[in-house]
Nanobody, 123 residues
Framework: QVQLVESGGGLVQAGGSLRLACVVS????????MAWYRQAPGKQRDLVAR???????DYADSVKGRFTLSRDNVKNTVYLQMNSLKPEDTAVYYC?????????????????WGQGTQVTVSS
């Protein structure tokens, strides 16, 4: 069973930094994408950063130059380094992995989500 567990959220002042971590509990046969999303109160869940299987990473315009997605394959962990935080970055942040994890169906990809971690940036 695949589980994604996020950590690292919290309260920080504007201009500060946080590093989110997402530990993936199972081994994937193939991973298509690993990503971070966020959802502010009353708003839809939006993509923050996404890394493809080829290693290229895309960022939302609002976080370019401030956020960095990275991964540690040994630790099965995806990180989101967030610098120069702004009050508008306040949201619940979710980790997402799309991949195949069932050896019985190696070509079937599913989307997996973590439970989310709250990030609050005060002005």
């Amino acid at each position: 069973q695949v589980q994604l567990v996020e950590s690292g959220g919290g309260l920080v002042q504007a201009g500060g930094s946080l590093r989110l971590a997402c530990v993936v509990s199972a081994s994937f046969i193939t991973i298509s994408t690993m990503a971070w999303y966020r959802q502010a109160p009353g708003k839809q869940r939006d993509l923050v950063a996404r890394q493809s299987s080829g290693g290229s990473t895309d960022y939302a315009d609002s976080v370019k130059g401030r956020f960095t997605l990275s991964r540690d394959n040994v630790k099965n962990t995806v990180y989101l380094q967030m610098n120069s935080l702004k009050p508008e970055d306040t949201a619940v942040y979710y980790c997402n992995v799309i991949g195949a994890s069932d050896s019985r169906f190696p070509t079937v990809r599913r989307s997996y989500w973590g439970q989310g971690t709250q990030v609050t940036v005060s002005s």
